[in-house]
């Protein structure tokens, strides 16, 4: 998270962060996501993610946006999931 701290209101790729802090980097950079994820959750730390990257801010209007932005995510996976369950339900006893 010092990388982020000494960077504030700036985005910085997974890929920099991993390399940073001594971890794989693989395409996807999942062990990152994983520690943000924990900083966010377990120490109230104020990160948000884009295309571009993760950004440490304390920015209330880039905080709500990235809170939106999830929000937006959420609603489509759910979208997803009653398309899924309904093709479950369409498809039962179906042999391919």
Do not use: H, W
């Amino acid at each position: 998270m010092d990388l982020l701290k000494r960077n504030p209101d700036r985005f910085i790729k997974a890929k920099k962060i991993a390399e940073e802090c001594g971890m794989e980097t693989r395409q996807t950079q999942v062990e990152v996501r994983k520690a943000i994820t924990e900083l966010i959750e377990e120490f109230d730390a104020p990160i948000v993610a884009g295309a571009n990257g993760f950004c440490y801010t304390k920015n209330p209007r880039k905080l709500q946006e990235y809170a939106q932005s999830l929000e937006q995510r959420q609603m489509g996976l759910k979208r997803r999931i009653e398309k899924i369950k309904y093709l479950v339900n369409k498809y039962d006893g179906v042999v391919f």
